[in-house]
């Protein structure tokens, strides 16, 4: 980081305000590309289930921050087609063996799972032997919903003490989930800033709602209550939490990186502050679900 | 501004980042994922109709096989057939564009209709919207105007109760008003009954005075007599005190008049005083006398009351004038002979017609005032016929007598 002089001060200030517009708009571009993030999957049925044709896999472009049972219609039609109606119970995916919980949103399993294998994502479909122990039934859409809207109300909690969500009407609620479940952007953020604005004396939320995966612990994630401000005044930054929740991630800089901490499918630096990530990098649950997965080693 | 930096660090990251992602995993596989989705859909419509089509041509196939017969004419009812299935085939693919024309159709229409009923409940609600600021509006009025009915009863009971106390202390002061009424009669009561005695008082005083004055006057003539150097003469004229004198215009006659009730004429020849005759008729003491301007008349007025008229030749009572209600103190004949007045204790004046033997008018006397002062306006007074009556205010008994000497 290079010292400024007085006359780069000068010059800056203009750039400044630029910079401020780039700043806002980089934001603005930044959710979109959350929203609109997908990854292309192709679904293939599973050899166990009798079919009455040869099925041929089905690919689909898979929104990063929804849910797989709200997306696979087209799926369970394709495949119902050279399948026996008899022989199909509640559909299930699974990916190299592990059931895939579909009320985790699709980005985080993908880069929980596959994140750094061959694109695209092979997910193998089945449609009986539901793995009872592993897997949640999901009979319709509301319960999807209701999932979903939990998710929220939790994370407002950690927030705001759930006042922002329980001043909002039901037609507010029913909004954020329509938003989801029809791909509307505008839709979900005209009504999902209000959970991002925190009162600026505080200057951040009360609590961050985050969630760190990892596939090799017998626990489903961490959660803890954690700052995004210090009792100083500093900015908590991902760093800061990854050393008090999960030190091992942080390495020092002669050693090998051990473990990838992915958010969205991308790395963001340990510098970033953990109270802009929970506005702009959380999913539209409202949590930072952070994937951490061993570093690959190639 | 090294913050900014460090922010636009990290934030740029994560940009760049995204965007990188975006390029591996969505923008690599989208158009292909789409393409293949596509022909899957065409190769499934395809898988549809070859059943279809396979299953008739197994169908035809076993009835061609039924009749074995005819080889060459197998393939040429194949080919027939053939091109009736490809017909039938082609109708049914129009009749499939037709009715998906017809269904695009109606959804257009249920899309329009659905349009349609959003707008009318938007109207209706801003409708609604509008009743209700109506009806809230006209709550407003509705308490306003029930606020102004209580003001206006309040200021009503106000104005009645105001009304009551008036009406009290109307009714007090109209008692007082009676009560200060009475008073006041009472006190004019006194008052006249006071003034009637000073009056009383002051005609006693002023008859008292007459009788000197008369008494004076009498003793005047004696030395009159002398001074003028008639032969006077002394003679004893009648029974009482001698009131009224008087000779007549032609001056042969005097008559005189006193408390004997009689008019007494005497005729003046060569130094003595012949008794001509004695008027009678009066009831009381003669106290005035009067000639007509002729002669042949004679005026008396009376104590009891009356006046009387006699003619001068035959000593004959004419008329009596009676009305007065106290002494007549003196009469005269006014200029035309015709008109008498008298004036009289009762503090009046009479004024007399002769023609029409009435009285003409009468004069109350509100004011007794000395004689003296008033001499010269009396004088004045009885000259003038039509003014006296609306000027003359006042009598006293002794005025008249003393007026008439003068006149």
Request: some cysteine; glycine content about 4%; charged content about 25%.
């Amino acid at each position: 980081m290079t010292s400024l002089g007085v006359e780069d001060e000068l010059n800056s200030n203009a750039s400044c305000r630029h910079l401020m517009n780039v700043i806002m708009a980089d934001d603005k571009d930044v959710l979109r590309d959350v929203w609109f993030g997908r990854i292309p999957a192709c679904f293939t049925l599973s050899p166990e289930e009798t079919t009455e044709r040869e099925a041929e896999p089905y690919y689909l472009l898979l929104p990063r921050v929804s849910y797989l049972t709200l997306v696979t219609d087209k799926v369970k039609k394709h495949f119902l087609r050279v399948m026996k109606t008899e022989d199909v119970e509640e559909m299930w995916f699974e990916y190299e063996g592990t059931p895939l919980k579909w009320h985790y949103p699709i980005g985080v399993l993908f880069d929980l799972h596959a994140s750094n294998t061959a694109l695209p994502w092979n997910v193998t479909v089945h449609f009986k032997n539901f793995p009872e122990r592993d897997l949640l039934h999901c009979s319709s859409n509301s319960v999807i919903e209701a999932h979903f809207m939990s998710c929220i109300k939790e994370a407002d909690a950690l927030k705001h003490k759930s006042q922002v969500i329980n001043d909002m009407q039901k037609k507010d609620h029913k909004q954020l989930w329509m938003g989801l479940q029809n791909d509307k952007f505008d839709q979900f953020w005209a009504m999902n800033r209000k959970l991002m604005e925190y009162p600026t004396e505080e200057g951040g939320f009360r609590y961050i709602p985050f969630r760190i995966y990892q596939t090799t612990s017998d626990r489903p994630f961490i959660q803890k209550l954690f700052r995004p401000v210090s009792p100083e005044g500093h900015t908590l930054t991902l760093g800061d939490l990854l050393k008090e929740l999960f030190p091992a991630a942080i390495c020092a800089e002669d050693e090998p990186k051990r473990f990838q901490v992915m958010i969205h499918g991308i790395e963001p630096l340990l510098e970033t502050p953990i109270q802009w990530l929970s506005e702009h990098l959380s999913h539209p649950d409202n949590f930072l679900h952070i994937s951490i997965i061993p570093a690959p080693s190639d | 501004m090294a913050g900014r930096r460090v922010e636009c660090l990290w934030k740029h990251h994560v940009v760049e980042q995204l965007k990188q992602r975006d390029r591996v995993q969505r923008q690599a596989f989208e158009e292909i994922i789409h393409q293949y989705n596509r022909l899957l859909e065409k190769s499934d419509l395809r898988v549809v109709f070859s059943e279809h089509l396979q299953t008739e041509k197994y169908e035809q196939q076993n009835r061609h096989d039924l009749s074995p017969g005819v080889e060459g004419g197998r393939s040429d009812s194949l080919q027939q057939e053939m091109a009736q299935m490809r017909i039938k085939h082609q109708e049914e693919l129009t009749e499939l564009h037709k009715k998906r024309g017809e269904l695009a159709q109606s959804v257009i229409e249920l899309n329009n209709q659905i349009q349609q009923k959003d707008k009318e409940i938007q109207s209706n609600e801003a409708k609604m919207l509008e009743y209700q600021q109506q009806v809230s509006h006209l709550e407003g009025e509705g308490r306003e105007l029930r606020n102004s009915l209580a003001d206006l009863e309040r200021a009503n009971q106000t104005l009645r109760d105001e009304y009551d106390a008036l009406q009290i202390t109307f009714s007090a002061l109209e008692e007082k008003l009676r009560k200060t009424t009475e008073d006041n009669q009472e006190l004019v009561t006194r008052w006249m009954a006071e003034k009637a005695q000073e009056a009383n008082k002051l005609n006693a005083e002023n008859e008292k005075d007459s009788r000197s004055q008369t008494h004076s006057i009498w003793m005047l003539l004696k030395y009159t007599f002398f001074c003028t150097r008639f032969k006077f003469i002394v003679f004893d004229a009648h029974d009482g005190e001698v009131n009224a004198v008087r000779f007549s215009p032609g001056s042969r006659l005097l008559a005189t008049g006193g408390m004997d009730r009689r008019v007494k004429l005497w005729e003046v020849v060569s130094g003595r005083c012949e008794p001509k005759g004695a008027l009678t008729g009066s009831n009381a003491g003669i106290t005035s006398i009067e000639f007509d301007s002729a002669g042949s008349y004679l005026l008396a007025a009376s104590n009891d009351f009356a006046s009387r008229i006699w003619t001068v030749d035959d000593l004959r009572l004419r008329h009596t004038l009676t009305g007065h209600s106290g002494k007549v103190l003196s009469a005269r004949f006014l200029l035309d002979n015709t008109r008498i007045v008298s004036g009289s204790y009762d503090r009046t004046l009479k004024l007399w017609d002769l023609r029409s033997k009435v009285c003409k008018r009468l004069l109350v006397v509100i004011l007794l005032l000395k004689c003296r002062c008033l001499r010269v306006r009396c004088k004045t007074v009885l000259e003038n016929d039509v003014g006296f009556l609306s000027f003359c205010p006042f009598v006293c008994p002794f005025l008249c007598c003393k007026l008439n000497i003068n006149y």
